[in-house]
């Protein structure tokens, strides 16, 4: 009888569909303590459920984050949440491994460092309490579907049609009312899977990230988001890449959002996916010297 076959339960480290994307998978395992790692967290590092305050990380992120985290140069969450939140919602506090973790929340606007437990921010946009006194007013003669709703984001204020009848005609509905509420008061509109978020301008992640690339020194950056607000992030590792940055851009996989995945070097099955791939990511890297990798 021959030798019973063994099976490896971890995850194989996918390879990138285009060229860039595999030049720049290459870099990070050559490179790990110059590489960025930055995450979205709604529908990357978290499933989308309809209320936004029962999201919470994949069970899986956080110790995979834990694994990776110590051999990268920084591994950074990069939402439109208050960046307490999502250090909340992810679990993110207190975890060994993650001491250096960051979460710039707002997009960029507020930050949390793991090392000291503190958010800094700037002042609130005054534009935002505006908006949020006439949401109301606006919604209703709009004529918005039963089941369109108002999530409080502190520094932006999110309009949510997923529990409509018609999301997706509830969205179109509010969509001009929205955009014309927001630039009477100085915000912008930022649209994602049926929400329309009212927010400051000037800040994006994809200011963030790169702020966050030069802040580190960022030799490498590898990139993962799922939404329309992920654009500009993908546009800054793309800009990092004409600079010569490598970088490789992950789409968590949606059929809701498809312009992510027509850009992506490698798309993965959402939340499960995202953490496959840093998990894999985490055991090609401890199989690499030390002495190789520095």
């Known amino acids: 009888m021959g030798t019973p076959e063994t099976y490896s339960m971890e995850p194989a480290l996918p390879e990138p569909a285009t060229a860039a994307g595999r030049d720049a998978l290459r870099a990070i395992l050559a490179r790990p ?48 949440r208050p960046a307490a939140v999502a250090v909340r919602n992810g ?10 973790l ?11 460092d793991a090392r000291t437990d503190t958010v800094s921010a700037p002042a609130p946009h005054p534009g935002v309490a505006a908006v949020r006194a ?14 369109t709703w108002v999530e409080e ?17 509830a969205f179109e509905a509010v969509r001009q009312p929205l955009g014309d509420l927001a630039a009477r008061h100085g915000l912008i509109v930022e649209p994602g ?26 030799e490498a950056v590898l990139y993962a988001g799922d939404d329309l607000g992920d654009l500009p992030a993908f546009a800054a590792v793309e800009k990092l890449r004409s600079d010569g940055v490598p970088g490789l851009l992950v789409a968590s996989g949606s059929t809701e959002v498809t312009e992510l995945a027509e850009r992506a070097d490698l798309v993965v099955d959402g939340p499960a996916g995202v953490v496959d791939l840093l998990r894999a990511l985490a055991d090609q890297l401890a199989r690499v010297p030390r002495s190789a990798s520095s």
């Open 193 to 218: 899977r049926m929400v329309l978020e009212l927010r400051p301008p000037g800040v994006d992640k994809g200011v963030a990230l790169l702020e966050h690339a030069r802040e580190t020194g960022a």
């Open 33 to 80: 303590a110059g590489t960025l790692v930055g995450l979205d967290f709604d529908g990357t590092l978290a499933p989308i459920v309809e209320n936004p305050d029962d999201a919470r990380a994949h069970p899986d992120a956080v110790p995979a984050l834990a694994r990776l985290a110590p051999q990268v140069a920084s591994v950074a969450v990069v939402t439109g």
């Open 91 to 100: 679990g993110f506090a207190g975890v060994p491994g993650l001491e250096h």
């Open 134 to 147: 006439e949401l109301p007013g606006v919604l209703e003669a709009a004529g918005a579907w039963r089941g």
């Open 102 to 112: 960051t979460v710039l929340g707002h997009y960029g606007a507020e930050r949390w």
């Open 153 to 169: 984001k502190g520094r932006a204020v999110a309009v949510h049609t997923r529990r409509a009848e018609d999301p997706q005609a």
